[in-house]
């Protein structure tokens, strides 16, 4: 036993919290930076001197003080409920997710398919919110994540299986540990990335398809400010709203560290067996989630957003079918190779 494993259960299960908080405040002070960084402008720069680093501590302030307004006609139990069931379902989600050698919530055996299984819940909770607001916006842009998140699920699963079946396990423990190390020729680290050609590919659908999954741009037609006011959370305000985009950025970095685990090697180290250990693990863990979420937030301010129809046929006519014939690849290479 460990000693983060003799914690009391109440501090155990704190920690992922923890991380998700202190993660979102950088976060949203690094997508501001890099948004004025590609515009050719500063972004946020005086609130707690050095690059405005406090100014999301004071955008919180600002939202604990809002008024928290409820429509007169909306559904008020499930307008309340949304968005905690929104950001319970990504928060759940991180109890299989291997921080380091030394600390993960639950080493279950299943933990792929809990994981996929429990942010399935973020559909609900988005429909949930659209609906209960009585407004013609929110429930446009409920409906539309319904069907966006529901289609891209399917190659995410299908990249996702790519790799499980290259690992040959559904934990991620152990997923990760077999990672460990170099290759044969002692070049490369032993990611799964590196171990077979198609797993490339499979990255590459994974990655789109958890930016749609996210509501990143050029995905982000749930929101669409330009067309739906703010989508689905548009009456919402305050500490709700706040919810939501705790929830959303909550689930970037449980998405980009899924994707760490998959196929970056996880905890391990990029240099083999030099800068290991739990210390180390955490560090490598968190700096892979944070660049596949530093290139969500680079797509975000350059590319332009989907039509309805250039989404769903992106994902149904691409996608899906690439996915099916890359697992199919990929399960060749396995048997041959």
């Not at 409920?81 to 929104?86: N, W």
């Not at 699963?157 to 020729?185: F, H, K, P, R, Y």
């Amino acid at each position: 036993m460990t000693w983060l494993e003799s914690l009391p259960l109440a501090v155990f299960v704190m920690i992922p919290l923890v991380i998700i908080l202190i993660y979102a405040l950088f976060a949203i002070w690094m997508e501001r930076k890099v948004a004025g960084f590609i515009q050719d402008r500063l972004g946020p720069m005086r609130v707690g001197g050095w690059h405005g680093w406090a100014q999301s501590f004071a955008d919180l302030l600002k939202l604990i003080q809002k008024e928290d307004i409820i429509p007169a006609e909306a559904s008020k139990f499930l307008f309340r409920f949304a968005p905690f069931l929104m950001f319970a379902a990504s928060y759940a989600a991180f109890a299989v997710i291997p921080f380091s050698s030394a600390y993960m919530g639950s080493n279950i055996d299943i933990g792929v398919f809990y994981l996929l299984a429990i942010t399935s819940l973020l559909t609900i909770s988005v429909i949930m919110a659209g609906w209960a607001s009585n407004n013609k916006w929110s429930l446009l842009g409920a409906m539309r994540t319904a069907a966006q998140m529901v289609s891209y699920e399917v190659p995410t699963i299908m990249a996702v299986l790519s790799v499980i079946i290259v690992a040959g396990s559904l934990n991620l423990m152990t997923v990760t540990e077999m990672q460990s190390g170099n290759d044969t020729l002692g070049f490369l680290p032993n990611w799964l990335i590196f171990q077979n050609p198609f797993l490339l590919v499979a990255f590459v659908i994974f990655f789109i398809s958890i930016l749609a999954e996210s509501h990143r741009v050029p995905f982000d037609l749930p929101e669409s400010e330009s067309e739906l006011v703010a989508g689905f959370q548009t009456e919402y305000s305050g500490m709700r709203w706040a919810m939501f985009m705790l929830a959303e950025y909550a689930d970037m970095l449980l998405l980009s560290l899924l994707g760490a685990v998959l196929f970056f090697g996880g905890w391990n180290s990029p240099f083999g067996g030099f800068m290991d250990g739990p210390i180390w693990g955490f560090f490598w863990f968190m700096f892979k989630g944070m660049i596949l979420v530093f290139v969500m937030m680079w797509i975000r301010w350059t590319l332009p957003r989907y039509r309805v129809d250039q989404l769903m046929y992106l994902c149904w006519s691409i996608l899906i079918p690439l996915s099916f014939i890359n697992f199919v690849l990929i399960a060749l290479w396995e048997m041959l190779f």
